[in-house]
């Protein structure tokens, strides 16, 4: 499995959850900001837990996402990067 | 470390009444009462200081109105709700951390905004620690 710190897009605190019931971040938390567009399905997580999620709102600086179960693998067809 | 800020208080209003809008500076009160003090946190992961730093400065950062420093965590009431919390919104961390309340309340870490109202959905909540803490551990500004 690739290392965490190498695959995620977006540094996301998956403890998190704000009024809106969605982990959420700062679009410059992501690795390529470019990425992070709302429906783009991307990588996030920090330290050992990461996970697929797909960008659900992008509101000024704050990124909101909705992430899937199961490991990222699991969910690798969604990651090429494409909006939904 | 600004400790002596205090969330706004919307007397009157019920949650939805109050409309927040994801821009707000502030985090939302959730007004409704909170049916029984948790006994537990459960965070997922290990208790990293670097990650613990990065949390609460985005917290901070996230919440420049409120002043404080808060990582977030969960709740629970007991070792089956903790069960219910791995599974299911920290099932992707392979390990977690169970602190009980009155631990973290020796140690001088507060649990959610002040008044005991929540900023985000049940069982979510933040831990807070006390200016002393922070100077302690040499957080802030």
């Known amino acids: ?84 | 470390m600004n400790d002596s800020g205090g969330c706004p208080v919307l007397g009157g209003a019920t949650p939805h009444q109050y409309g927040a809008h994801m821009s707000e500076r502030a985090p939302r009160i959730r007004l409704s009462a909170v049916a029984l003090p948790p006994l537990l946190v459960v965070r997922g992961d290990e208790l990293s200081r670097d990650i613990l730093l990065a949390d609460a400065t985005r917290f901070h950062r996230r919440y420049p109105a409120w002043g404080k420093y808060g990582v977030s965590a969960l709740a629970a009431a007991n070792d089956s709700e903790v069960e219910v919390i791995c599974e299911t919104k920290l099932e992707r961390f392979d390990v977690v951390v169970v602190i009980e309340r009155a631990a973290l309340e020796r140690a001088g870490v507060e649990i959610g905004p002040p008044s005991g109202v929540h900023t985000s959905r049940s069982p979510t909540t933040t831990l807070r620690p006390s200016s002393k803490v922070c100077d302690r551990a040499n957080i802030g500004p």
Do not use: Y
């Open chain 1, 1 to 84: 499995m690739p290392s965490a710190e190498s695959e995620i897009d977006l540094v996301v605190d998956l403890n998190s959850e704000d009024e809106s019931g969605l982990p959420w971040t700062f679009l410059d938390e992501a690795r390529d900001p470019t990425l992070i567009r709302e429906g783009a399905w991307i990588v996030v997580g920090e330290g050992s837990a990461w996970a697929v999620a797909q960008v659900v709102e992008i509101e000024g600086d704050i990124v909101r996402v909705r992430r899937l179960p199961g490991p990222v693998e699991s969910h690798r067809a969604l990651l090429k990067h494409d909006v939904a």
